[in-house]
C-alpha cells in the first residue's frame, strides 16, 4: 500500500512501490523514480461516476498516478491534512480532497441544508474503505471530537470534512460574525450529534448560509 507523509505542512509526499494513489488532477508538483500518469473520469470511478457527478453538480477531476518512487503533491499552497480510514467513510468536498489510496471507493452523498448553507451545493464527495486520503484546508486545521454527551457547533463556511456515525442539523444562531457586530440578519450552523471527528479550517469561505 502507499505511503502517504507530509514534507512540510503544505506538500504530501507519497512513497510507491509499484503500487497506485488517486490524485487531483494538475496536483503533482515533483516526482522520484519512474511514474505512470492517467486522467480518470467520473471521481475515479469510471462511468457510472461521472453520470453520476454530473447530475449531483459535485465535479472532481482525478489521475491515477502508479510508480515506483515518490511523488509529491500540493495545491495552491492549502494546508494538508492527513486522514486514516479503517473501513469507515470519510465525506469532504471535492475541492478540498487532494489524494487517496487507489483501493479507497469514492461517491457522492446528499448534504441537503448543510450543503446549501456552505454555498457548495446538495451533495460532496465519501471515500470510504481501508486506506489513507489527504485533505486540504486554507490554514492549519483542527480535529474535534464529536461524543454523545458533546455535541459541535460548526459554522459552515469554516467545515472541511468529518467521519464517523455523525448526524447533522442545520440550525439557525448566534455566529462568531453576529457576536463582534459584523454578521447581519440570521445566522446559521451545523450541529453534529453522535461520534466522529470533524475537520475545521480557520480561514472562512464564503457561504449563502452564514447570515441570510
Same mark, same amino acid.
Given at each position: 500500500?502507499?505511503?502517504?507523509?507530509?514534507? +512540510?505542512?503544505?506538500?504530501?509526499?507519497?512513497?510507491?512501490?509499484? %503500487?497506485?494513489?488517486?490524485?487531483? &488532477?494538475?496536483?503533482?508538483?515533483?516526482?522520484?523514480? /519512474?511514474?505512470? *500518469?492517467?486522467?480518470?473520469?467520473?471521481?475515479?470511478? +469510471?462511468? #457510472?461516476?461521472?453520470?453520476? #457527478?454530473?447530475?449531483?453538480?459535485?465535479?472532481?477531476?482525478?489521475?491515477?498516478?502508479?510508480? @515506483?518512487?515518490?511523488?509529491?503533491?500540493? %495545491? #495552491?499552497?492549502? /494546508?494538508?491534512?492527513?486522514?486514516?480510514?479503517?473501513?469507515?467513510? $470519510?465525506?469532504?468536498?471535492?475541492? &478540498?480532497?487532494?489524494?487517496?489510496?487507489?483501493?479507497?471507493?469514492?461517491?457522492?452523498?446528499?448534504?441537503?441544508?448543510?450543503?446549501?448553507?456552505?454555498?457548495?451545493? $446538495?451533495?460532496?464527495?465519501?471515500? /470510504?474503505?481501508?486506506?489513507?486520503?489527504?485533505?486540504?484546508?486554507?490554514?492549519?486545521?483542527?480535529?474535534?471530537?464529536?461524543?454523545?454527551?458533546?455535541? $459541535?457547533?460548526?459554522?459552515? +463556511?469554516?467545515?472541511?470534512? @468529518?467521519?464517523?456515525?455523525?448526524?447533522? @442539523?442545520?440550525?439557525?444562531?448566534?455566529?462568531?460574525?453576529?457576536?463582534?457586530?459584523?454578521?447581519? +440578519?440570521?445566522?446559521?450552523?451545523? #450541529? *453534529?450529534?453522535? %461520534?466522529? $471527528?470533524?475537520?475545521?479550517?480557520?480561514?472562512?469561505?464564503?457561504?449563502?448560509?452564514?447570515?441570510?
Amino acid at each position: 500500500m502507499a505511503q502517504f507523509r507530509l514534507q +512540510g505542512s503544505k506538500v504530501l509526499a507519497v512513497d510507491l512501490s509499484g %503500487d497506485a494513489v488517486k490524485a487531483k &488532477n494538475g496536483a503533482m508538483v515533483a516526482y522520484e523514480g /519512474e511514474m505512470a *500518469f492517467k486522467k480518470m473520469t467520473g471521481g475515479g470511478d +469510471g462511468l #457510472r461516476g461521472m453520470v453520476t #457527478r454530473r447530475l449531483t453538480g459535485e465535479q472532481m477531476e482525478v489521475m491515477e498516478v502508479k510508480g @515506483h518512487g515518490t511523488c509529491y503533491f500540493a %495545491d #495552491r499552497a492549502s /494546508e494538508v491534512n492527513l486522514v486514516t480510514l479503517s473501513g469507515d467513510t $470519510l465525506y469532504v468536498e471535492a475541492s &478540498n480532497l487532494l489524494c487517496t489510496d487507489a483501493s479507497l471507493r469514492t461517491g457522492t452523498s446528499f448534504t441537503g441544508l448543510r450543503g446549501a448553507s456552505q454555498g457548495t451545493g $446538495l451533495f460532496t464527495t465519501t471515500v /470510504e474503505g481501508t486506506g489513507q486520503a489527504a485533505i486540504m484546508s486554507a490554514g492549519t486545521a483542527i480535529v474535534l471530537r464529536v461524543t454523545p454527551a458533546m455535541p $459541535l457547533q460548526v459554522d459552515p +463556511g469554516a467545515y472541511i470534512a @468529518h467521519t464517523g456515525k455523525l448526524k447533522q @442539523h442545520f440550525q439557525s444562531g448566534v455566529n462568531f460574525r453576529t457576536v463582534i457586530g459584523e454578521g447581519s +440578519g440570521e445566522a446559521f450552523q451545523i #450541529r *453534529f450529534e453522535g %461520534d466522529g $471527528l470533524v475537520y475545521v479550517q480557520p480561514s472562512e469561505r464564503n457561504t449563502i448560509g452564514g447570515d441570510v
